[in-house]
C-alpha cells in the first residue's frame, strides 16, 4: 500500500511538472520544473520496475536528463546572450 502511494505522489509530481513546463511562457523558467519532472521520472522507474537494476535505469536516465537540460540552457544563454 505504501508504495502505491509512493507510486501516485510521484505520478502526481510528475504530471504537475510537466503541464508547468508546458504552460510556462518564459523559457528559463521552465528549467526547474523540467528538473523535477526529471527527479519524479526517475522515482517512478525504481517505484515501477521491481528489478535490482532498475536504480542504474533511474540514475542513467536522470543523469542523461539532467545534463540535456543544462546543454539546452548553455545553448539557449549563449544565444540570447544575458538578460
Not at 527527479?39 to 532498475?54: K, Q
Not at 543544462?70 to 540570447?80: G, L, P
Amino acid at each position: 500500500m505504501a508504495e502505491l502511494i509512493a507510486l501516485y505522489v510521484c505520478g502526481l509530481i510528475a504530471l504537475f511538472a510537466a503541464v508547468r513546463t508546458v504552460i510556462e511562457p518564459h523559457p528559463y523558467r521552465k528549467l526547474p520544473y523540467l528538473n523535477v519532472m526529471n527527479f519524479a521520472i526517475a522515482g517512478l522507474i525504481v517505484l515501477v520496475l521491481s528489478h535490482p537494476l532498475s536504480i542504474l535505469a533511474a540514475a542513467a536516465y536522470f543523469v542523461g536528463s539532467t545534463l540535456e537540460a543544462n546543454a539546452i540552457a548553455s545553448a539557449r544563454a549563449a544565444v540570447m546572450g544575458n538578460d
